[in-house]
């Protein structure tokens, strides 16, 4: 089993920063790819990002490309998601995810999931 506990979310103005992180405990061995996805309310959740084991291959949605940046220290254990130029669109909670097969990274199929940070973007 894998364990994921994300961290970092919070409240913060329109065109501010945050960083997620991501810290996986278990049996990190297994893991290949790893996401973040995010929920608003009353709206499916998306993938938002994702990242191959190596970092060299990563995908972002539409609404987020130029502004979050994933990344991995993989003697960590931990994955992070930076995002700048923050919108209240992107108010959600975010959630961390792993999977034990490397796929295409656009795919959204994933096995291991935290248990969710908020992010609260203000106008």
């Known amino acids: 089993q894998v364990q994921l506990v994300e961290s970092g979310g919070g409240l913060v103005q329109a065109g501010g920063s945050l960083r997620l992180s991501c810290a996986a405990s278990g049996r990190t061995f297994s893991i290949r790819d790893k996401g973040w996805f995010r929920q608003a309310p009353g709206k499916e959740r998306e993938l938002v990002a994702a990242i191959s084991w190596s970092g060299g291959r990563t995908y972002y949605a539409d609404s987020v490309k130029g502004r979050f940046t994933i990344s991995r220290d993989n003697a960590k254990n931990t994955v992070y998601l930076q995002m700048n130029s923050l919108k209240p669109e992107d108010t959600a909670v975010y959630y961390c995810?792993?999977?034990?097969?490397?796929?295409?990274?656009?795919?959204?199929?994933?096995?291991?999931w935290g248990q969710g940070t908020q992010v609260t973007v203000s106008s």
């Open positions: 995810a792993a999977r034990r097969t490397a796929q295409a990274v656009g795919v959204a199929e994933y096995e291991y």
